[in-house]
C-alpha cells in the first residue's frame, strides 16, 4: 500500500529539487568565499592607512641629528640631493 499522492514526482518536481538545490549550494560557496575575503580584508593594513615616507632630506637629517655624519658630509650630500654640486675648498 502506498501513503502518498500520486504515481510519484513529475517532472516540474525533479526540475525544482534540481533548482534548489544548484541555488542552495551557490549560496553556500557565495557565503564561504565572503567570510574568506572578509576576513583577508581586515587582517591587512590599509595603503592609504600607512605612515608617509620620509623623503631622502629628512633621513639625511635624521643621520645628522644621530652624529652618523658630519656637518661638512650632510651640506655636500644635501648640495647633492638639491642638483647644484658644492665646492670643497677651505679644508
Known amino acids: 500500500m502506498m501513503y502518498w499522492y500520486g504515481n510519484g514526482m513529475s517532472g516540474w518536481g525533479y526540475a525544482l529539487m534540481t533548482v534548489s538545490m544548484v541555488l542552495f549550494w551557490g549560496l553556500v560557496i557565495f557565503g564561504v568565499v565572503a567570510l574568506i575575503r572578509y576576513l583577508t580584508r581586515t587582517s591587512q593594513r590599509p595603503e592609504h592607512d600607512a605612515t608617509p615616507r620620509p623623503t ?3 633621513l639625511l637629517a635624521e643621520r645628522f641629528a644621530r652624529g652618523e655624519i658630519d656637518e661638512q658630509e650632510y651640506h655636500s650630500r644635501l648640495a647633492a640631493l638639491r642638483g647644484s654640486p658644492r665646492s ?4
Open 56 to 58: 631622502p632630506e629628512q
Open 88 to 91: 670643497t675648498t677651505g679644508s
